[in-house]
């Protein structure tokens, strides 16, 4: 549906994306993910012939962005990061501008609008100025604008922002609805976000992909160790450096509440009965013991920072932090 | 609905939200009823000074003495006014970042442009309507050649076409609205004081043709009742080639 294949764009002398390919598949949810600045945005208003890109195609159901932007413009709902809303405007009649910008009529436009305010549950403020509505309906206007002529392609640029909690679960329900019918490809810089919608995601640094891959595989990929937390009802003293003595285990850290471990394990062994079979025998009194895999909290920082040295950081500040408890827990 | 209409609807509804159109309408009212007002009382004196010299009943033309001059000062007016309506049009929508909705639409920058074009012509000549009032209430006491009065008015919807699409350009070529009123005010100046360079360079073809691009010289044409297609054509290439200047900077805008 989606294809983008070597797109660059540079603003002057900044290149804000370089050589970005991937594609989206009918009826699929992609996730684009990265920190601000990284791209998303840019990618995304290539995609909707906002502006062209300097080198590269990007194609949406079999029509070039360049070439046929009509064709392309017809088949896409777009909501911009910032929701692009006339204050003055009530929702009704933004809602039919929108429409009929689309070339919606009669049947056709009521039926839609019909729609979406259901959808979205705009009926309570249909008649009110967008002036005068909440940051959370605003930007639910703004994605029933993109909703209205149920178009096969929906780009949203960070559809949950100033949204509360509630209202988050609400649009990412109905972005999940809409998976199988659309493809969609939504930008956020929130990782369960990432998780919880989208089947792909696409992980997007200083405009250059690192990652493209579905939230579990990307997880599993990034692994470097197995990790175990375990929980003990009376650890000893010198707990920690007893578990170091445990074949395969890589490092062990003291994680937070006293009697916890978070133990590390060599790649692709699984330690967890040798390590029960220790704590028992040793009758520290086993509470808990489980894997812990890695958030895409961590790959993704893991990914976005490599070059900034920051991962290395990040590790070494856990170390100090983990032999200061340590040393303070011998002391 | 084509999207053209749907684009006059909208703005037409922006504008009649906003106080600006009432304000701008109102003090542009204000200033033409009283340079009207300013014309007749000059006629009147003229005319009793006219009879107290040659002692019969003088016939006063007030063509001349009262349409003539109040056509000339409205097109100052008329500069200073209509670029205050004119500067919203893509500076509030490149600012409120709204413009992307209008560029993802499959709609044509030229249907964009000409349609808020066509939004603010109409309540341009809503308001130039209304003056209308003014040689009504005239005719009513006095019998004067409607026709110079009717070119004057197709000469001044004209003129302000022209000055309405200038001030469209000068709106795409910024997204601060302040800049965008004082770049149509600046453009249209120079356009007129080409007039002045012309006349310097008296009859030749350089100076009758640098004459030709300024419009105050076609609209004195159709204040004195002449209906020249040249003229025509110079308000009409006039307003598109402005449009088309708009359609350029929409459209290069969105390669940077």
Known sequence: MIEVQNVTKRYGRLTAIEAVTFTVE?????????????????????LTCFMPATEGTARVAGYDCLEQPMEVKRRIGYLPETPPLYQELTVTEYLTFAGRLRGLNGHRLANGMARVIERLSLGEVRHRLIANLSRGYRQRVGLAQALLHDPPVLILDEPTVGL?????????????????SHSVILSTHILPEATAVCQRVVIINNGRIVAVDTPDRLSARLRRSEKISITVKSPPADGLDQLRTISGVLNVFAAGEPGTYLIECELGR?????????????????????????????????????????????????????????????? | MTPVRAIIAKELRSYFVSPVVYVVGCVFLLIFGVLSYLAVVNAGNQAIRFMQIQGATAQINLNELVFRPTFYSTAIVLLLTLPILTMRLF???????????????????????????LSVFVIFLGILGLTGLVPLTLSVFSDFDWNPVLTGYLGLALMGALFLATGVFASALTENQIVAAFLSFGLLILIWLLGALGSILGDTPVGNFISYLSFIEHYDHLVRGLVDTKDLVYYLSGIVLMLFLAHRVVE????K
Not at chain 1, 27 to 45: C, D, H, I, S, Y
Not at chain 1, 292 to 311: A, H, K
């Open chain 2, 252 to 255: 290069s805008a969105r390669w």
């Open chain 1, 270 to 331: 699984d330690l967890r009965e040798d390590i029960a079979r220790f704590v028992v025998g040793h009758n520290w009194g086993l509470l808990e013991l489980k894997t812990v895999s890695m958030t895409l909290e961590d790959v993704f920082l893991r990914l976005t920072q490599r070059e900034e040295g920051v991962e290395q950081a990040r590790e070494a500040s856990r170390e100090k932090e983990s032999q200061a408890i340590d040393t303070e827990r011998q002391g």
């Open chain 1, 26 to 46: 009918k009826g699929e949810v992609l996730a684009f993910l990265g920190p601000n600045g990284a791209g998303k945005t840019t990618t995304m208003r290539i």
């Open chain 1, 164 to 180: 509360d909690p509630k209202q988050i679960i609400e649009i990412r329900e109905l972005i999940k609805s809409l998976a199988g």
């Open chain 2, 91 to 117: 500076a509030e929508e490149r600012k409120l970042r709204t413009f992307e909705l209008l560029m993802t639409a499959p709609i044509g920058i030229n249907e964009i442009v000409v349609g808020k074009f």
